[in-house]
């Protein structure tokens, strides 16, 4: 059972500008990956509310930081899509901006849910994150999304040559199949998140 009540998620703010954020104090956990990987689509099963999170076919959607509250305490961050683009947290967008500020300067940020595609995971841009999470010394755990689209075999190849990859770091990054479709891997992430938000 989890301790917390994800189903009690409620809509905070939106953030366009680190201003327009909650005084740092409590816990945060940012979901963040490429777009269209499935991060609102994550917080929306997690939650167990439909349309909580706006999920869409259009990539690239989120373009603010969407937060929502679980508690007086705990709050769920819905990051855009990361552009990556050469340098590891350096993106030209103002919205990229504001993740990568975000990331350098919240203290209450407990953790990160990094949400790969399972059949496109660890692109260039993961990696660099990854890099800069553990450089970081910040806790990265990695849903490996839509695995409902693999069959078991293929799905569990792909989680092994990710643990594989991050066999070096596994005290800063963990990893596990999600599928906001099946809720493949639901009790798993709810698990994790009640460590980073205890
Ligand atoms: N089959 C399947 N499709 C999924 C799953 N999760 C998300 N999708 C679909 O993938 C698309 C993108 O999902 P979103 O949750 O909006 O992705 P996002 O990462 O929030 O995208 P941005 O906000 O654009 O960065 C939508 O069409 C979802 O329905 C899943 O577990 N299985
Ligand atoms: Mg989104």
Known sequence: MSKINYNQASF????????????DNGNEVAFIGRSNAGKSSAINTLTGIKGLARSSKTPGRTQAINIFKLNDNNRLMDLPGYGFTKAPLTVS??????????????GCLKGLVLIMDIRH??????VKLLDWAVT??????????????LKKGPAN?????????????K?????QLFSSLDK?????????????FA
């Open 171 to 175: 005290s800063y990054i963990s990893v």
């Open 184 to 196: 493949i891997g639901l009790s798993d992430l709810q698990q994790q998140l009640d460590k980073w």
């Open 93 to 106: 967008k103002k919205w990229m901006q504001l993740v990568n500020d975000y990331l350098q300067d919240r």
């Open 157 to 169: 190849n792909a989680l092994l040559q990710v643990k594989k990859a991050i066999e070096p770091n």
């Open 12 to 23: 905070l703010l939106s953030a366009v500008a680190l201003k327009h954020l909650p005084e």
């Open 121 to 126: 995971p660890l692109k260039e841009q993961d």
């Open 136 to 149: 970081c010394q910040l806790k990265v755990h990695i849903l490996l999304s839509k695995a409902d689209k």
